[in-house]
């Protein structure tokens, strides 16, 4: 949510970003943002004006009283009950017009970064960086579930029993496999000084609204029937929902935390073929990063942690780029945004397997997230990346290092994690 200051005060930027992100049928909300915005002003001023003629109403009233000016005291009397009912008025109707006025301003889309290419959709995302050289091996790479169900690791038929499409089990050293990297991720970003949490896996409805979109809402989150608990898309939401209405002391600020969770998603529109197997499925586990900084220092946070991604799969040999997402790609809370996409030997491609958001100030005020200064408090800025989701890079760990035998190499850095096994086998 943006600050009302800039749609008072330069609407016309505002429409223009709502133009560059490809939105035209939200430009009537900044007039609605406005209208609601100037009649709240007015019933404020109207209902101070009310308040403050009641005080002074009321200390004629005894000096009438007190002079046995009876009738003059009475025609004031009727003055101050007819202010009374009006200010009951303005006191019923100012809150229904703030909420009004709020879904309005959760409607309308962050300011974008200057530094985001202009596109209308993920087609249009542009390359900055790459790191390793993808590699495609002389014999011919299989399809992911194939690798898996060879080295006697996953169980996607049994899955669709229990539970349907898109879900899995995962067995064996594949298990093992998915929780050693979970465990090096924990413990890489440990090593870069966040502290490490996990969160609840239900929220809030207040949570949820503060931290996405309504359509993006509709889209992800599962509901439990009979109660306002949501299941997380993300530990980001449970982590930033904690902050909720807070007021941080300066001094503490960056926090900076990393999180586990399970993640449930709904995956609306899932389709084709690359939506086979563990590609984009209903239930994962991730490793999340969270930083809560000063709205100064928010650019160069947006800067570590996507490389801090990089850095991780480059630690396990996995070529990966990183895509800067255009905005049109960018969710409404989103001030800037890429993706981390690791190669795919077998597709001769990359894809995504994690994204890194700054969102400035726009989830903080939504939630009431400030940080104390010596002057009073500010909006403080928050950020959220993935620092690793195993079904995604499970697919592109045992693409690029599969043998042609079958067998997938293990990397060094997950030797303690997994036991010292060094490789996994055909069974």
Known sequence: MIDINLIRNDPDSVRENIKKKFQDQKLPLVDEALALD?????????????????????????????????????TIKAQVSANAARLAEI???????????????????????????????????????????PKVPGFEVPYHLDILEKLDGIDIDSARRTSGQGFYYLTGDIARLHSAILSYARDFMIGKGFTYCIPPFMIRSSVVT??????????MMYKIEGEDLYLIG??????????????????KLPLTLTSYSPCFRKEKGAHGIEERGIYRIHQFEKQEMIV??????????????WNYTVELFVSMGIPV???????????????????????????????????????????????????????????????????????????????????????????????????????????
């Open 210 to 219: 503060g931290v996405m979109s309504f359509e993006e809402m509709e889209g």
């Open 321 to 427: 780029r990183q895509l800067e997402c255009c905005s049109g790609d960018l969710a409404d809370l989103k001030y800037r945004s890429c993706d981390v996409e690791a190669w795919s030997p077998r597709q001769k491609k990359y894809f995504e397997v994690g994204s890194c958001s700054n969102l400035t100030d726009a989830q903080a005020r939504r939630l009431g997230i400030r940080y104390k200064t010596e002057k009073g408090s500010e909006y403080a800025h928050t950020l959220n990346n993935t620092v690793v989701a195993p079904p995604r890079m499970l697919i592109a760990f045992v693409e690029n290092h599969l043998r042609a035998d079958g067998s997938v190499e293990i990397p060094e850095v997950l030797w303690p994690y997994m036991g010292g096994t060094k490789e996994i086998t055909v069974k």
């Open 234 to 251: 993300t530990s980001e939401h449970s982590m930033i929902g904690r902050f909720m209405g807070q007021t941080i002391d300066e001094s």
């Open 38 to 74: 100037a009649k709240k002003r007015a019933l404020q001023q109207e209902g101070d004006l009310l308040r403050a003629s009641r005080n002074a109403l009321s200390k004629q009233i005894g000096q009438l009283m007190r002079e046995k000016k009876t009738e003059e005291a009475e």
């Open 292 to 305: 809560i900084c000063k709205p100064e220092d928010s650019c160069m946070w947006y800067e570590k942690m």
């Open 91 to 133: 006191e019923k109707e100012e809150p229904e017009v703030s909420e009004q006025l709020k879904k309005v301003m959760m409607r309308i889309p962050n300011i974008i970064s200057p530094e985001t290419p202009i596109g209308k959709d993920d087609s249009e995302n542009v390359e900055r960086k790459r790191f390793l050289e």
